[in-house]
């Protein structure tokens, strides 16, 4: 359980050896120097110089390697040794971590980041606090992707065919393709890249252009916006984003949109959310989601109502709700109203299309009608038209424009440059996977292998490497130097927080290679572009370096607008209502952990569980309990998935409030070359995705013999109709304000004993079961920060899962089909008479004055009654040396350490564990605000759930500090403690659910 | 019949003997030799540079954190990076063979291999900076440094030796300019002492030191 | 078991020293009349050897009570005493900790512990007090020389007079002993040593 | 001789014995025609006689059980207690449950010769030493798992209140702590009691082994060095006794508390299902159930394979199911209460877990345990079951099992549903768990054999003390000399004539 050991490679297997040795060259300065040589000319000693060494510093005091004597069998202890610098980075400061500002793309969106470092390695990721996308905040994938950095399957060498080559030939490789194309000006030219909103990225590409006119340009992620671009288009001729006002919102109506969760800007849009409903006192007003969708999505799970609709309704509904809206409510629609009449409420619920009418208009330009990107265009610009007719752009609604506004359709895009893959010479692919993710009708592999020259740039040697004749690999995005271009227009920066560890360039240096720009490091290439952007011409290093500490150029955000509609150009996109389908329908889901499948081998995800289904390790087919009775299957069985022709097998898995006929797929799995981990683990349902129906499909199933084993972290899905995730509805609050605690009220007895007075700080956590949207990114954020390991399928079906957090879901209500969704985000209660400590024979867990449930690994020897002593089952027992060995007997690589928080003990076998409320952020800030000589103040501290939640749901402080956080939120009258009934006092409360449901919907 | 000697008759005594003379002597042995104060006091490997803390602490009077730089202000107590060695020894002693594994490093780039000679068990999350800025001096736990040609572990580095302190710190504190003073004496008053230690809350919980 | 006053013959030196007269007896009762007569004589140094624990052997042979049980009482004490200091000292005194929010040294949870140190100290005290009151293990005893002797812990009751008893001489004693009736009378020899 | 040979107890009560224990009392257990001489003979015999097949037969498969228990330890303590099926929320499950299921087996032992004797029970005196041995051999197997279940058993010693250079010491509030120090202080001193019960008889063993073979000159040096010298003297059997007795009463409230304070690792919990007042004594009941259960189960077969019949008497045996019928229904009357409780408490987590034990995954179990432990031992009533050796056999085999049943319902049903429903589980042993399970069965017969090849299976000085004419007809009590033997008899007063 050493927290140094995680240093120590000694013991580290050969590959790992081989791994180290490449590493330990490139901190030879010596080679370093020369290696960077083109990125630092001489003379050149600038700031950002040496921050940029100081990131590639790697031997630090605190890598001390043991090595153990030999022969002197009476030595007292294994000789260690104490490897400092040759020459110190500046500004390093061993054993003090630092923070640098970045940016990673997720769906369009750019995240400003704050990345934690010690001595050289990042290990923690956090939001940046002042970026307006992020908002302090992350998301799941960003929590997870420092993980993606130490991955150790990433691949360390360029490769032709099979051979290992080097970054030398790759350049010769540049060289000889610039050659050949200068000659037919770039005709047999294909470059495919992932859609970029880099501003450095548009430059390079027009400079491209420039050098080969002839040369093909081309777009394609499998998850894209390209129906929501195209639905803007139609609307309003140009391609806009639009920013919706949650908190503002007091009718909001998802169209299939799981803007919690897996849509663009899902950070942001949580926070307003949120924002938008939480209630303090009985006179507060509070948000009502409706949401119709085509699977139970995170954003399902929080509306007030919800249908589930197949995916081909939900056309006919909203055409219904929009004719309703103009004729019931005379909403004006112009020649729209004429394209509507031939809607009808045919098989859909009047009721939801009367009374969501009349709410809509009720608030007028104070309602989000919103469309999810798997819907077709003409919807989105139907949404569009009806936002406009109610009223709330410029209201509720603004818009903004896009980075990259000749972006076209992404699936007309990849079909056509598999089209153009005929007679081309050379086929650059960027980033991606097309081989595994595009339509499979374009059937890319083979295309492919016909080019003559054809390179991928990614990080690992997946499927789409083996069929181009190159690879070569790509930088991770905490090595890179990019800038991105977020949503409102921001413009970030992304600086590298380490060399690339296997080296790998990024795709802006591919295309500057391609430009032929003499400095094409990425540095020099963000910088030019900088400076070539408007207002930070004089006083450049200066403002360079503002931009670098703060992570973004300020004020770099466009203002937004409000759209101007076409009415008549919707109504032909509208055109007729084509038939809803009877029979089975397939609908690709974004998954919320491998989104396209680029995640795939990254086990914090893997293992984590699926927000509904709990799932860890594994994708399946899911199924409304209905249709599965009518199937005949049962959790687990396989089933076959056919489009005319192609079929897929997978188990299928009954989701309550899945669409009845709708099969939820989920993309991303089952890939073949993701690496040890990501390999072959779920079921791949690419191949059913086609060019022609990319968002749902018609399908068949049948039921296979036999099941498949799924591991779940939760098999039980009822509360019992215990008082656990205690919710009620917005009446029920007026009524009384302090339901919750009446629900579950504290025992009143005397006490037997003086109980402990908490002097000095009392730290506490409150959690807002009203905010918390079960995304699961505090599980993540834990995860991260506490060296948390993961343990493999086979140990979570036996129940031995790590996380310290867990969100508990629980379906409220009596239909199975249209259930109610209930999230209890659980850590260690820090029990104020904690059960567990009075049964530790060995005083390994006791209290600590601020009234912290300490739990000392090292005196531990796990007799595991803890445990089976705590009424939240919050503690977590390592049965195996999970850090070193998986329960297979894998070694664990020790890329992995490199990700490991310096100070948290790393467990070893036999030891309990669990959350201690980040004790080391509480000890850190207590010296540092000693050092600094003054009292520790609110927002010093905050735990790693708290920073990353993106709906504020957590929040930590002192109890005894009456201003803080925290004690306000504990005032709440929602407040009540979980299973209060015990008399365990626990430290950490909760703020009961509000659901603001519609009286007349259940009229 | 007879079965046993008579001398067989002392057994009892001999027993009882046993018991509690050789019982109480391998307990006490156990008790000591099984100590930190035992194990830990006086480990001083051989280090690559005859590097001299009592020349260089002692005669020369350099302050521990002309080196030690950043002491006071992270956790670790940073051992100096060649850059450090050579800022002096480009001029003095340059050519000195004592010196060659240093210039090495120099020249290559290669770090100087020290043996690491004050460890802490892993779990233990010892804080450079908090204990300085409390006042407890480099000698408090490392002894005369500049009185050592080699450095050797002078504390027994043990968690009872450390709740000593913790426990009840006023004796082992000093005014913050007395910091690196190896030579320093405790001379103020018990009064002046509980002052000091007075604003001083070492921790006692398991927290404290162990995460 | 040939000669009624066979003396044992296995012989290193010749120095020999009468030891004790050892009286054989078919029934308990024939024991305890003896006993009871040596009693009336006077004789303090004398033992019954009998197979089981024969009652009224005591008063026949006029014992006083055995003290064991100050011995068991006094341990028994110490013990709890030790227990409740022991863990009120380690969890109360030198290194308290908030355990579930209790008093670090609360009393009622420690009264298992003391129960338990009582009884085994006390165990302690019934078997090396009654070792050291009988003063075995002795695995040498003059007794064992006689070859009859063996049967004193099968069906066979026996009457010892020790030679070291003020009382004895050779001629008297064994006319008392004659006159018990027993059936068997010897004279045990130890080897001068 | 046969069990032919006995009065028929209606008989014997007609004789004007007053209650059925006096009539135990008084009367002798062993045929009238039993002397001193053949009572040695038929005890020693097993320890002198050549070695029955069946012993080395049995010795065989033990000790092969006993390597099993080697390699799973080894195993265990190779990979970790991963290997065993434990997980969350089912943190204890087999090592637990068979940690309490062994050292209710070691109950019997001290139970008989402690508690019975204080009584009197003169018709303890058969079975006492052999269910001594029992109980040593079982709190043995028993302490085995609280060892070897922690994590990190190399630091177990943390357990232990001895100075350490982390100044640390136990956490005496924890059960587990009172756990240690009640176990090893009932293995001490059940130990001590059985070996100073042993002392007299192994002198008779030494006195027998004459003759100069080197095997008889080992015997005879073995014996002798742990008889420690005894030569029956009155003045040593009179602290004996005395000291006897003492034990006796220390081991009563002894027994009692260490399965209270086994009980109080539940009891003293919040879970539902333990957090119960009734535990302590329902533990005991059940703990003396299932060893007079294991204690006949064992009789039955040394009775027939070393010949006993006229030492354990079908009188002993008939007795013995009687306690069996009495506690069997104690227990049974556990279940029921738990069940009224958990109801009348009105607390919905109790009546669930309660519900969830009848009726829930583990129903089986649960409804194995009621069988074996309530319904089958009621067929004790009909006399003529309780003197039918194979329905005996077979009964007390199954209280045994069902008294597993009953540790693995109570532990593992509780801990599987408690309160967050998030988090219930399931649980189900790995073959290492069961190589442990079967490995402590291996050791204990390995033990066992030993004993009984090896040492007098029969408390020989106590059974002497209870045949007829034992004792002095007549008191030799002097005027001047007050007796003290009386009150401290191993058997029950003498009938003292009046002195002519």
């Given at each position: ?25 490139k ?22 110089d ?59 969106e ?21 970026h ?35 970054f ?21 030219l ?37 129906n929501?671009r ?13 920013h ?5 919102a007091?009718?909001?109506?998802s ?22 409903r ?20 995170t954003t ?7 249908l ?7 056309t ?43 709410e809509?208009v ?16 003409a ?10 007719a ?8 603004v ?8 972006e ?23 980033g ?17 292998a ?39 227009g ?5 600086q ?16 500057a ?15 030019q572009?900088?400076?070539g ?8 290093e ?12 300020a ?15 919707v ?29 795939a ?26 249709t ?23 188990p ?30 779920g ?12 968002h749902?499909?018609a ?58 007075e908490?002097r ?25 920060e ?16 790590m ?25 260690c209660?820090q ?39 705590c ?18 007997d ?32 509480i000890?850190?800030?207590?010296t ?23 709906s ?7 109890l ?5 956080r ?8 929602r407040?009540y403690?979980?299973l ?24 | ?76 107590a ?10 002096c ?33 892993d ?27 080699v ?10 030796w450390?709740?000593?302190?913790h ?23 018990e009064?002046?002492?509980q002052?000091l ?15 | ?67 064991i049980?100050?011995i ?18 380690m ?38 007090g009654l ?7 002795r ?33 008297k ?5 004659e ?10 020899e130890?080897?001068?040593s | 001789?046969?069990e ?6 209606e ?48 010795f ?12 799973s ?48 029970q ?5 079975i006492?030493?052999?269910a ?12 085995i ?9 190399w ?39 059985w ?14 082994s ?15 060095f ?11 059997w009179?602290h ?10 220390l081991?009563?409230p ?7 304070i ?5 009891a ?13 004594p ?31 008497t ?8 009687k ?14 209460m738990?069940?009224?409780v ?8 109790e ?6 034990r ?10 194995s ?8 031992p ?6 003529r ?36 429903p ?8 790995t ?26 299976m ?11 004419n034992?004792?002095?007809r007549?008191?030799h009590?002097a005027?001047?000399a ?19």
């Amino acid at each position: 359980m050493s927290k140094r050991e995680k240093y120590s490679f000694a013991a580290a297997p050969a590959t790992a050896k081989k791994f180290w040795k490449s590493l330990e060259a490139k901190e030879n300065p010596a080679a370093f120097a020369k290696a960077a040589e083109p990125e630092f000319p001489m003379g050149v000693g600038t700031v950002e110089d040496a921050a940029s060494v100081s990131r590639r510093g790697f031997l630090t005091v605190a890598t001390a390697t043991a090595a153990a004597i030999g022969l002197e069998g009476c030595v007292r202890r294994p000789v260690e040794q104490i490897l400092p610098y040759a020459q110190a980075p500046e500004y390093l400061n061993p054993g003090v971590p630092m923070h640098y500002a970045t940016s990673v793309e997720r769906r369009g969106e750019a995240l400003g980041l704050l990345v934690t470092t010690h001595e050289g390695r990042p290990t923690k990721i956090e939001g940046n606090p002042e970026h307006p996308a992020s908002l302090g905040s992350t998301d799941l994938l960003a929590q997870a992707m420092v993980l993606d950095l130490y991955d150790p399957d990433r691949s360390n060498a360029p490769k032709q065919g099979e051979a290992k080559k080097t970054f030398a030939d790759v350049d010769a490789l540049m060289a000889s393709i610039v050659r050949t194309h200068s000659a037919d000006a770039g005709a047999g030219l294909r470059i495919l890249a992932t859609p970029s909103i880099s501003p450095s990225f548009l430059r390079l590409r027009a400079a491209v252009q420039q050098r080969f006119p002839q040369a093909k340009f081309y777009t394609w992620t499998p998850v894209n916006e390209s129906n929501a671009r195209e639905g803007a288009r139609l609307a309003f001729g140009e391609p806009v984003v639009a920013h919706h006002d949650y908190q503002g919102a007091k009718i909001i109506l998802s169209i299939d949109s799981d803007f919690l969760q897996t849509e663009s800007g899902s950070i942001r849009s949580a926070r307003r959310f949120a924002d938008g409903r939480r209630l303090s006192q009985a006179t507060d007003s509070m948000s009502r989601l409706y949401v119709v969708e085509s699977t139970h999505s995170t954003t399902g799970a929080n509306a007030d109502h919800r249908l589930a609709l197949a995916p081909s309704k939900i056309t006919a509904y909203l055409r219904a709700l929009a004719k309703e809206l103009a004729t019931a409510h005379r909403i004006e629609l112009g020649p729209l109203g004429a394209a509507l009449q031939g809607a009808s409420n045919a098989g859909l619920p009047t009721k939801w299309i009367s009374n969501v009418a009349k709410e809509l208009v009720g608030a007028r330009g104070r309602s989000v009608i919103v469309a999810g990107s798997r819907q077709p265009a003409a919807v989105h610009a139907l949404v569009h038209a009806l936002n406009a007719a109610l009223g709330n752009h410029g209201a509720t609604i603004v818009f903004s424009s896009v980075a990259d506004t000749t972006e076209t359709d992404q699936t007309a895009s990849i079909t056509a440059f598999a089209a153009g893959l005929e007679g081309a010479k050379t086929a650059i692919i960027l980033g991606g996977n097309p081989v595994f993710d595009a339509p499979a009708d374009l059937d890319l592999a083979t295309k492919l292998a016909r080019v003559e020259t054809s390179l991928h740039f990614s990080g690992t040697h997946d499927e789409t490497c083996h069929a181009t004749k190159w690879h070569v690999p790509r930088a991770h995005e905490l090595e890179s130097w990019g800038d991105l271009r977020a949503l409102d227009g921001t413009v970030t920066i992304q600086q590298p927080l380490i060399a690339p560890l296997f080296g790998g360039r990024t795709d802006l240096e591919v295309l500057a290679q391609l430009a032929g720009e003499r400095n094409w490091r990425g540095y020099y290439v963000v910088r030019q572009t900088l400076r070539g952007a408007a207002g930070v011409q004089n006083g450049f290093e200066s403002e360079w370096r503002r931009v670098l500490h703060r992570g973004f150029v300020a004020g770099s955000a466009e203002p937004p607008r409000p759209g101007v509609i076409d009415m008549s150009r919707v109504a032909t996109a509208l055109g007729r209502s084509e038939p809803a389908v009877d029979g089975f329908e397939a609908v690709f889901l974004a998954c919320a952990k491998m989104l396209d499948g680029r995640h795939a081998n990254n086990a914090w995800l893997l293992e984590l569980p699926d927000p509904l289904t709990r799932i860890t390790w594994d994708n399946v087919a899911l199924l409304s309990p209905k249709t599965a009775s009518e199937l005949g299957v049962r959790n687990g069985d396989m089933i076959r998935v056919t489009r005319d022709g192609t079929s897929i097998e997978l188990p299928a898995w009954k989701l309550p409030g899945q669409p009845d006929k709708a099969v939820g797929l989920l993309m991303g799995w089952g890939r073949k070359h993701a690496g040890r981990y990501g390999n072959d683990v779920g079921f791949d349902v690419y191949p059913l995705r086609r060019s022609d129906a990319l968002h749902s499909a018609a399908v068949q199933v049948a039921k296979l013999a036999g099941s498949y084993p799924i591991s779940q972290t939760q098999d039980h899905d009822s509360m019992e109709g215990r008082p656990i995730a205690i919710d009620g509805t917005l009446e029920e609050f007026k009524a009384d304000p302090t339901f919750a605690i009446h629900r579950s009220p504290t025992p009143r007895t005397l006490p037997l004993w003086r109980e402990v007075e908490y002097r000095g700080h009392k730290w506490g956590l409150v959690i807002d079961l009203g905010a918390c949207t079960g995304c699961n990114t505090c599980v993540i954020a834990c995860q991260s920060e506490n060296n948390i390991p993961t343990v493999g399928k086979a140990m979570v079906a036996k129940g031995r899962e790590m996380h310290w957090i867990r969100i508990d879901r629980y379906f409220v209500g009596e239909d199975a089909n249209e259930p109610e969704v209930a999230f209890q985000p659980l850590a260690c209660q820090q029990c104020e008479e904690a059960p567990c400590e009075n049964v530790c024979p060995v005083e390994a867990t006791a209290h600590s004055p601020e009234g912290l449930n300490d739990m000392a690994y090292n005196r531990c020897i796990g007799t595991r009654y803890c445990a089976n002593n705590c009424p939240y089952k919050a503690r977590r027992f390592n049965y195996f040396n999970w850090h070193t060995k998986n329960e297979a007997d894998e070694e664990v690589p020790p890329t992995r350490q490199m990700q490991f928080n310096p100070n948290v003990t790393v467990r070893m076998r036999g030891v309990m564990e669990k959350c201690t409320y980040c004790v080391q952020r509480i000890e850190t800030a207590r010296t540092a605000t000693k050092i600094a000589g003054r009292p520790m103040r609110d927002g010093d501290i905050n735990v790693a759930c708290a920073q990353a939640c993106p709906s504020n749901a957590i929040t930590f402080g002192d109890l005894n500090d009456a201003a803080s956080r925290v004690s306000r939120q504990n005032q709440v009258s929602r407040h009540y403690k979980l299973l209060a009934d015990i008399g365990a006092q626990p430290r950490t409360t909760f703020l009961a659910k509000v659901r603001n449901p519609n009286p007349e919907m259940s009229a | 019949m007879q079965i046993f000697p008579k001398t067989l008759n002392i057994l009892p005594l001999a027993l009882a003997f046993v018991t509690f003379v050789a019982g109480g002597a391998v307990t006490g042995i156990v008790w000591f030799y099984f100590s930190p104060k035992n194990f830990q006091v006086g480990y001083a490997p051989e280090q690559p540079v005859a590097y001299s803390h009592r020349l260089h602490a002692g005669q020369l009077g350099m302050d521990c954190r002309y080196c030690h730089a950043n002491v006071e202000s992270s956790a670790e107590a940073m051992v100096p990076p060649t850059q450090t060695c050579m800022g002096c020894h480009t001029l003095v002693k340059a050519q000195s063979p004592r010196l060659q594994v240093v210039r090495d490093s120099w020249a290559s780039g290669e770090p100087i291999e020290w043996v690491r000679v004050h460890k802490l068990p892993d779990h233990a999350y010892f804080n450079h900076a908090a204990h300085l800025n409390a006042g407890v001096g480099c000698a408090s736990c490392h002894g005369r440094i500049d009185q050592m040609e080699v450095v050797a572990i002078s504390q027994p580095l043990g968690m009872g030796w450390c709740l000593d302190c913790h426990r009840n710190p006023g004796p082992h504190l000093r005014p913050r300019d007395q910091i690196t003073n190896m030579a320093w004496e405790q001379t103020a008053s018990e009064e002046a002492v509980q002052a000091l230690a007075a604003n001083v809350h070492p921790p006692e919980n398991c927290s404290g030191c162990h995460r | 078991m040939t000669s009624p006053t066979k003396t044992n013959t296995t012989v290193e030196s010749d120095e020999r020293v009468a030891s004790l007269l050892l009286a054989e007896y078919e029934t308990p009762d024939g024991c305890a009349d003896a006993a009871a007569k040596l009693r009336d004589a006077g004789y303090t140094k004398f033992d019954a050897h009998t197979p089981y624990p024969v009652h009224g052997m005591d008063a026949a042979m006029g014992m006083r009570d055995t003290p064991i049980g100050w011995i068991v009482l006094a341990m028994g004490m110490t013990g709890c005493l030790a227990g409740f200091l022991m863990m009120f000292w380690m969890n109360g005194i030198d290194y308290p900790l908030v355990i579930g929010g209790k008093p670090p040294d609360a009393i009622p949870s420690m009264v298992p512990v003391m129960f338990e140190m009582t009884i085994l100290l006390s165990a302690f005290g019934a078997v090396f007090g009654l070792f050291g009151l009988c003063q075995l293990p002795r695995h040498h005893h003059p007794i064992f020389n006689s070859d009859r002797f063996a049967r004193a812990t099968d069906d066979h009751f026996f009457i010892s007079v020790d030679a070291s008893d003020p009382k004895f001489d050779l001629k008297k004693t064994r006319l008392l002993l004659e006159g018990t009736t027993p059936a068997h009378l010897e004279l045990v020899e130890e080897y001068a040593s | 001789m046969s069990e032919a040979h006995f009065t028929p107890v209606e008989e014997e009560l007609a004789h004007g014995a007053e209650s059925p224990i006096e009539y135990l009392g008084e009367r002798n257990l062993l045929p009238p025609t039993m002397t001193m001489r053949q009572l040695t003979e038929t005890v020693c015999a097993p320890t002198e006689l050549k070695t029955p097949k069946a012993w080395w037969i049995g010795f065989g498969i033990a000790l092969m059980g006993a390597g099993i228990l080697g390699a799973s330890v080894s195993w265990l303590l190779f990979k970790g207690v991963g290997v065993w099926g434990n997980n969350s929320p089912v943190s204890w499950a087999w090592d637990i449950t068979n940690f309490v299921w062994w050292i209710g087996i070691g109950h019997a032992g001290t139970l008989i010769s402690a508690i019975l004797f204080l009584f009197r029970q003169k018709w303890r005196t058969s079975i006492n030493r052999f269910a001594e041995a029992m109980t040593i051999f079982a709190v043995m197997c028993a302490g085995i798992y609280p060892g070897l279940h922690t994590g990190r058993p190399w630091f177990d010693y943390y357990m232990f209140p001895v100075p350490n250079s982390m100044v640390l010491w136990p956490q005496f509030k924890s059960p587990l702590m009172w756990d240690i120090f009640a176990v090893s202080t009932y293995f001490t001193v059940s130990a001590l009691f059985w070996y100073v019960g042993l002392i007299p008889d192994l002198a008779t063993l030494r006195d027998r082994s004459t003759g100069d073979t080197l095997p008889r000159k080992v015997r005879r040096f073995a014996y002798g060095f742990f008889s420690l010298g005894w030569r029956g003297s009155n003045r040593h059997w009179q602290h004996y006794e005395r000291a006897y007795m003492i034990l006796a009463g220390l081991s009563t409230p002894l027994v009692l508390s260490v399965h209270s304070i086994v009980s109080f690792d539940f009891a003293t919990s919040v879970e539902p299902g333990w957090h119960t007042t009734i535990f302590p004594p329902y533990f005991v009941a059940g703990a003396v159930f299932s060893g007079f259960a294991m204690v006949l189960t064992l009789m039955l077969v040394c009775r027939s394979v070393f010949d006993m019949k006229d030492v354990v008497t079908m009188k002993h045996l008939e007795l013995m199911n009687k306690i069996m019928l009495t506690t069997g229904s104690l227990v049974g009357y556990a279940y029921a209460m738990e069940f009224f409780v958990a109801y009348y408490s009105g607390n919905q987590y109790e009546r669930y877990v309660f519900l969830n034990r009848a009726i829930g995954p583990y129903a089986w179990a649960y409804w194995s345990m009621i069988a074996c432990n309530v319904i089958f031992p009621q067929v004790f009533w009909w006399k003529r079951m309780r003197t039918s050796i194979p329905v005996m056999f077979v009964i007390s085999i199954l209280i045994n099992i069902g008294m597993w049943f009953e540790r693995f319902v109570i532990i593992v049903t509780t801990l599987h549903r408690d309160y967050l429903p998030a988090v219930w589980g399931m649980y189900s042993p790995t073959i290492w768990d069961m190589g442990v399970y079967i490995g402590t069965f291996g050791f204990f017969f390995t033990c066992f054999l030993l004993f009984l090849r090896w040492l007098p299976m029969i408390a020989l000085a106590e059974v002497k003390a209870t045949l007829p004419n034992a004792h002095p007809r007549k008191s030799h009590a002097a005027d001047h000399a007050d007796d003290h033997g009386h009150d401290t008899n191993l058997a029950e007063e003498p009938t003292a004539l009046p002195a002519e």
